[in-house]
């Protein structure tokens, strides 16, 4: 059984760690219905267990597969390794001093896949006290791209120069 096709779809609308979350948990839901609700098709527990995306992929990769309504085990089998497939995906960290909007995540999102490829999601933090710019943090790199260090670095560099300035 091949979730690469619906793995790719996923990755499309899937941009930050919180909704792979989100979507994870509907996908829990969903295995969790398949033995408490008996008696029903999977597009009717997928109509009780998940929102209308994750009920959507689910349903794609039930046709892709081939998997008739009433085919449970099959049907847990893929969700199962679906979930498997998605707690591989890479993360980049990013502290920011504020709030990303949903635009500025989705120009992030898009950076990165443009430069970095598919397969990467975004953990994004706000952290103030950076005071601009961002830290960023992706498969063991560190990078203090923030203006507070950008200040600390001037203060240690020029302190002889503001020292003297102060005195004055």
């Known amino acids: 059984m091949d979730n690469t096709l619906i793995l790719n779809d996923i990755l499309g609308y899937i941009k930050t760690v919180d909704q792979l979350d989100n979507f994870l948990a509907e996908i829990e839901n969903v295995l969790a219905g398949l033995f408490k609700i008996k008696n029903k ?9 998940a929102g209308k995306s994750t009920a959507g992929t689910i349903k ?3 046709e892709q597969n081939k998997i008739i309504p009433s085919d449970y085990p099959s049907l847990e089998k893929i969700l199962t390794g679906l979930k498997k497939d998605l707690k591989k995906i890479k993360i980049l960290k990013i502290s920011l001093a504020i ?13 990165v896949l443009e430069n970095l490829g598919k397969g990467i999601i975004l953990d994004i933090d706000k952290d103030e006290s950076i005071l601009g710019g961002a830290i960023i943090s992706f498969g063991g790199t560190y990078k203090d791209l923030s203006l ?13 120069e503001i020292m003297n300035f102060a005195k004055s």
């Open 41 to 49: 098709s999977i597009d009717q527990i997928l109509d009780k267990t």
């Open 60 to 62: 794609r990769l039930a």
């Open 99 to 111: 709030d990303p909007s949903q635009e500025q995540i989705d120009h992030i999102f898009d950076w």
């Open 148 to 160: 507070r260090r950008t200040i600390e670095e001037i203060f240690q560099t020029k302190k002889g």
